[in-house]
């Protein structure tokens, strides 16, 4: 809640936040490199011990050995306090050795490495657009 009193005379403003529950909105990051399946994952977000009047934002972190669906997860998931899941882990294949590849996916490997040189403004974007499309391949 917001209260506030106005100075009529100096046209003042104070504004004070007063919380109305104990409840905070937290963000945690999580590493799951050492994580290697989905339901491994769902497992260890569940033994995790968290505050229980918070509210939890965790970020995945780390390199992805299998296809992360965090809405899927967080169906699974026993504390309900957990509300949002962000996944902003890396695929782990060497894109290189894949570039070289006179394949379908070095060819669209090699082209999406150029890109990325020529576009540095657009690295999380062509990043994101490889493992999509490798996921596909």
């Known amino acids: 809640m917001i209260e506030g009193d106005i100075n009529k005379e100096t046209r003042e403003i104070k504004i004070n936040f007063i919380p109305l529950e104990e409840a905070e909105f937290e963000e945690i990051e999580m590493d799951i490199s050492d994580i290697s399946s989905k339901e491994e994952l769902i497992e260890k977000l569940n033994d995790e011990k968290y505050l229980v009047n918070n509210y939890l934002k965790i970020i995945l972190t780390g390199n992805k ?5 965090t809405s899927q997860i967080l169906k699974h998931l026993l504390n309900p306090n957990i509300i949002k899941l962000k ?13 070289e590849q006179n394949n379908l996916k070095g060819i669209f490997v090699r082209n999406l490495l150029e890109k990325k040189e020529q576009e540095p403004e657009n690295k999380e ?13």
């Open 65 to 69: 050995r299998f296809e992360i669906e």
């Open 125 to 137: 974007k062509i990043e994101k657009a490889i493992e999509i499309g490798l996921r596909i391949i």
């Open 87 to 99: 996944d902003k882990t890396k695929l782990e294949v060497d894109l290189k050795k894949l570039a």
